[in-house]
């Protein structure tokens, strides 16, 4: 019981310290302010030049509403078509887990998709290693850019007090991976590591 209380002390006190700092670096990458994180500038550009996306067209509330939901309708295609055939794809299935039936990958691609992450099926004997990484931890991580593109649209919106010249998702979409959740995700993972966690 000790342990449990100073566990959730730990991380109130965790979340305070690292809240002021942290959501300052947000606002810094989301104002185009200059942080330590833009030596991945090269790999956004080049993102935004094999999908033919300019990331400083600005774009009104209604266009940026049509590019989240298109690029999440193809997240969700995406994930849909791997379930499906994962049977067929030898690639880490290593005990050959079959397909998923249509209405199950449908149901599992939506909820990850919109960041639920509700399952019907266990994860070692329903999905490939291969399912797991390019459906599951993807949509994981694309989904929470999402949200943070889309919050950082409604704050700029709320600060304008207007719904035209918000910015560009794909590119608020792209900087909160690249330079928000990226970098956090090296940071938890080597914790992790050094507490011994497997995965």
């Keep these: ?62 266009e940026n509403m049509k590019a989240l939901l298109r690029l999440n309708l193809v997240f969700f295609l995406w994930s849909i078509l791997i379930l499906m055939i994962q049977g067929k794809i030898s690639l880490w299935n290593p005990v050959q887990i079959i397909g ?12 990850f998709t919109s960041n ?44 304008q007090k207007k719904a035209s010249d918000l910015g560009n998702f794909y590119n608020l979409f792209l900087k909160s991976g690249t330079r928000i959740l990226l970098p956090l995700s090296f940071i938890v993972a080597f914790i992790f590591l050094l507490n011994g966690m497997p995965q």
């Excluded at 979340?15 to 956004?44: M, Q, R």
């Excluded at 998923?100 to 909820?111: D, F, G, K, W």
């Excluded at 099926?121 to 990484?133: A, D, I, M, P, R």
């Design 1 to 62: 019981m000790n342990t449990e209380i100073s566990g959730v002390i730990f991380i109130l006190l965790l979340t305070f310290t690292i809240a002021y700092p942290l959501g300052k670096y947000i606002s810094k990458v989301f104002k185009d302010e200059k942080t330590w994180g833009d030596f991945l500038s090269p790999i956004e550009n080049f993102i935004f030049k094999i999908s033919s996306i300019n990331p400083n067209e600005s774009m009104d509330w209604k």
């Design 100 to 111: 998923m039936e249509a209405t199950l990958a449908y149901n599992t691609a939506a909820s």
């Design 116 to 159: 639920t992450n509700l399952q019907h099926y266990s994860g070692e004997t329903g999905l490939s290693y291969f399912s797991q990484l390019f459906v599951v931890l993807f949509l994981q991580f694309v989904s929470a850019a999402t949200g943070i593109a889309a919050l950082a649209l409604l704050f700029k919106g709320i600060t």
